[in-house]
């Protein structure tokens, strides 16, 4: 069973708008949730993350500004809102969880500190 699915992707021009959303599908072992992103050849990488206690958010500086992640507690759901979308926005977007200890830096820059992943969904911005 995949513990995290992602929804929300699609295809959109470039300047519009997605929400991605992620819902554990069982119970996870975490403190931290976020967004990371893989373009046809090239590594994943970090886009968002964000701490469940406090709510600290750290974002990958190709997309500050333009995205926000958000917890929707009530729901038990990560939000990615991506406004501005470019071309190079363009990559499978994956939702993960994980026990990260706080003091050890960007959690954006420690992906595989994350123990839980989704299977990911797709989201294409043309020009």
């Known amino acids: 069973q995949v513990p995290l699915v992602e929804s929300g992707g699609g295809s959109v021009q470039a300047g519009g708008s997605l929400t991605l959303s992620c819902v554990a599908s069982?119970?996870?072992?975490?403190?931290?949730m976020g967004w990371f992103r893989q373009a046809p050849g090239k590594e994943r990488e970090g886009v968002a993350a964000?701490?469940?206690?406090?709510?600290?958010?750290y974002y990958a500086d190709s997309v500050k500004g333009r995205f926000t992640i958000s917890l929707d507690s009530g729901k038990n759901t990560l939000l990615l809102q991506m406004n501005s979308l470019q071309p190079e926005d363009t990559a499978m977007y994956y939702c993960?969880?994980?026990?990260?200890?706080?003091?050890?830096?960007?959690?954006?820059?420690?992906?595989?500190?994350?123990?839980?992943w989704g299977q990911g969904t797709q989201v294409t911005v043309s020009s």
């Open positions: 964000i701490y469940i206690d406090d709510g600290t958010t």
């Open positions: 993960a969880a994980g026990l990260l200890p706080v003091v050890a830096g960007n959690p954006i820059m420690r992906q595989y500190e994350f123990g839980d």
């Open positions: 069982r119970y996870t072992i975490s403190n931290c």
